[in-house]
Protein backbone atom coordinates (compact mmCIF):
# COMPACT_ATOMS: atom_id res chain seq x y z
CA UNK A 1 0.00 0.00 0.00
CA UNK A 2 1.05 3.62 -0.86
CA UNK A 3 0.75 7.04 0.90
CA UNK A 4 0.32 9.74 -2.31
CA UNK A 5 1.38 13.09 -1.41
CA UNK A 6 0.24 14.75 -4.61
CA UNK A 7 -0.12 18.85 -3.73
CA UNK A 8 -0.24 21.28 -0.89
CA UNK A 9 -2.35 24.13 -0.20
CA UNK A 10 -1.96 27.77 0.85
CA UNK A 11 -0.38 27.83 4.64
CA UNK A 12 0.79 24.23 4.55
CA UNK A 13 3.16 23.75 7.61
CA UNK A 14 6.64 22.65 6.21
CA UNK A 15 7.97 21.41 9.39
CA UNK A 16 4.94 19.37 10.94
CA UNK A 17 4.72 17.41 7.61
CA UNK A 18 8.79 16.67 8.24
CA UNK A 19 7.81 15.84 11.38
CA UNK A 20 4.66 13.40 10.44
CA UNK A 21 7.03 11.48 7.88
CA UNK A 22 9.79 11.09 10.75
CA UNK A 23 6.64 9.88 13.30
CA UNK A 24 4.48 7.66 11.07
CA UNK A 25 6.88 6.09 8.07
CA UNK A 26 10.68 6.44 10.49
CA UNK A 27 12.28 8.30 7.59
CA UNK A 28 15.10 10.43 8.48
CA UNK A 29 15.61 13.97 8.50
CA UNK A 30 16.81 14.71 5.22
CA UNK A 31 14.77 11.74 3.96
CA UNK A 32 11.43 13.78 5.17
CA UNK A 33 12.88 17.43 4.15
CA UNK A 34 13.66 16.34 0.39
CA UNK A 35 9.83 14.46 0.43
CA UNK A 36 9.06 18.14 1.46
CA UNK A 37 10.89 19.83 -0.46
CA UNK A 38 9.68 17.39 -4.05
CA UNK A 39 6.40 18.14 -2.91
CA UNK A 40 6.55 22.21 -2.96
CA UNK A 41 8.21 22.17 -6.74
CA UNK A 42 5.07 20.63 -8.02
CA UNK A 43 6.71 16.54 -7.27
CA UNK A 44 4.03 13.68 -6.24
CA UNK A 45 5.68 11.76 -3.40
CA UNK A 46 4.83 8.01 -2.98
CA UNK A 47 5.83 6.56 0.59
CA UNK A 48 5.34 2.71 0.68
CA UNK A 49 3.04 2.18 3.69
CA UNK A 50 2.91 -1.69 5.24
CA UNK A 51 -0.22 -1.08 7.71
CA UNK A 52 -3.23 0.51 6.55
CA UNK A 53 -4.14 1.72 10.53
CA UNK A 54 -0.70 3.92 10.32
CA UNK A 55 -1.31 5.44 7.00
CA UNK A 56 -4.83 6.32 7.19
CA UNK A 57 -4.17 8.18 10.53
CA UNK A 58 -1.34 9.78 8.30
CA UNK A 59 -3.46 11.16 6.02
CA UNK A 60 -5.73 12.63 8.48
CA UNK A 61 -3.03 14.03 10.15
CA UNK A 62 -1.32 15.72 6.77
CA UNK A 63 -4.91 16.92 5.43
CA UNK A 64 -5.24 18.63 8.50
CA UNK A 65 -2.15 20.74 8.06
CA UNK A 66 -2.36 21.17 4.29
CA UNK A 67 -1.33 18.60 2.45
CA UNK A 68 -3.58 16.91 -0.45
CA UNK A 69 -2.74 12.98 -0.20
CA UNK A 70 -4.33 9.86 -0.42
CA UNK A 71 -4.20 6.29 0.07
CA UNK A 72 -3.37 3.88 -2.98
CA UNK A 73 -3.29 0.36 -3.48
Do not use: P
Amino acid sequence: MIVKLIGWEEGMQKISLTKLQMEFFELSLKEAKTNVDKLLDGNTIEIEVKSDTKAKHFIRKASDIGVLCYLAD
